[in-house]
């Protein structure tokens, strides 16, 4: 094993060739293709911070720019610096890797500098409806000023596990600590506002007195300032395609670390570790969009579907599926629906679906939202634009499959 190791680093020193760690990075992000900027400390000279993103991930940016999710991990190199991973979504409900940023520390200036240079990389015309983070108050007031037009949404995960360390222990048995925490549960979920209002009526009258440093917390630190980051209420108004939570980026630093294997390379090996990662992350997103152009399912047979099987991704016809569902079994009422999918997918809610199931008419593709329609990498033109391009991209990928099984 040692001489494994020994084997390695040696390669590693001639592919250096007298270079630095960070002569040898920007050499191998430049051929890549990769889009970079470094921050300089002027009077040190030292490297404060690196941003990258590889030229397929910009285009994916360009491509899905409705919600992207941002957390930083730790233990990744040997110079400790916190690593800023921002992570995009696919039609496909694909997480992808938008960029990286090594930082020299986390504060809201390294934070706006961050984004800033995130910000250059995606359309100007398309930029986020969302952005998904934890309490960070650095990065949420970078974001404010960097993109003022989105939607900061706070993980409703990590609230709650915020909760569950600071307020069970309050509590004098599980009993109580399960019914305050499912009605803590009821307030995040509420749909409207007035449901909200009327459960933290209920929340006050029960715990104010009962257990008054439980209520304090939860109302200072929590609700007051940023009931409108994480309950329902606000939060589902908005474009985030089902992410409320930072899973899918954290998701995203298991995967990451698995293929590091260690943390204490250097900037070479680790660049070489993304390089591998990105490049198979990318393959298999390739994959999922051939998936849903060429390939179809008996339970989309019904002419509900005909105008969209084979142009927008399964995903969204199954999210549908689940509306058609609700509509056929809901008896034309739907009178409290909130419109969640429809705000939060830009998909169908039941209700839009019933008209046409009843005169058994198939759905309008102009009425889903275009970010189900992208299924390669070239950008959202028209409709017919988008039928013979997937048609046509269909068939390339079977003349291909075919070259290769010979």
Known sequence: ???????RAKMQRAEL???????????????????????????????????????????????????????????????????????????????????????????????????????????????PCVLVTDREIALMNAIA????????????????????????KEFKNGKEWEKFNGKWQQLVDSPRESDFYQTFLEMKTEYEIAYPQVYSYVVTT????????????WVDMHLH???????????????????????????????????QMINLQHTEIMRSFGQSTIQTNRVFSSSLY?????????????????????????????????????????????????SYIRNNNTFPLWMIHDHWKQLTLREIKEEQDIKEENEADSKIDVEIEGILRR
């Open 17 to 127: 060739d007298g270079g630095t760690q960070i002569q040898f990075l920007y050499k191998y992000i430049t051929n890549g293709g990769y889009v970079s900027f470094n921050k300089i400390n002027a009077e040190t000279n030292q490297l404060e911070s690196l941003f990258f993103a590889h030229p397929v991930s910009i285009q994916l940016c360009k491509m899905f720019s409705c919600v992207f999710l941002l957390d930083c991990t730790y233990k990744t190199n040997r110079y400790k610096l916190p690593l800023l991973c921002i992570v995009g979504v696919t039609s496909t409900n694909r997480s992808f890797y938008a960029a990286f940023v090594f930082m020299s520390n986390e504060v809201e200036t390294s934070y706006a500098w961050a984004l800033e240079c995130f910000r250059t990389i995606l359309d100007q015309k398309k930029l």
């Open 222 to 233: 929590w609700i007051t300032p940023y009931k409108e980051y994480f309950v329902a209420a």
């Open 145 to 168: 000023v960097v993109f003022p037009g989105a939607k900061n949404i706070l993980c409703k995960f990590h609230i709650s596990r915020n909760i569950l360390a600071h307020c069970k």
């Open 1 to 7: 094993m040692r001489t494994i190791y020994n084997k």
């Open 241 to 275: 395609l089902g992410n409320s939570t930072t899973n899918r980026v954290e998701g995203s630093h298991c995967q990451l670390k698995k293929f590091l294997e260690v943390s204490i390379g250097n900037l070479a090996t680790i660049w070489q570790t993304f390089d």
């Open 306 to 354: 005909s105008d969209l099987l084979g142009y927008i991704s399964i995903t969204a016809l199954e999210y549908i599926k689940k509306e058609e569902f609700r509509a056929r079994t809901g008896h034309g009422s739907f009178e409290g629906c909130t419109h969640k999918i429809k705000y939060t997918l830009g998909l169908p809610c039941a209700h839009d679906l019933l």
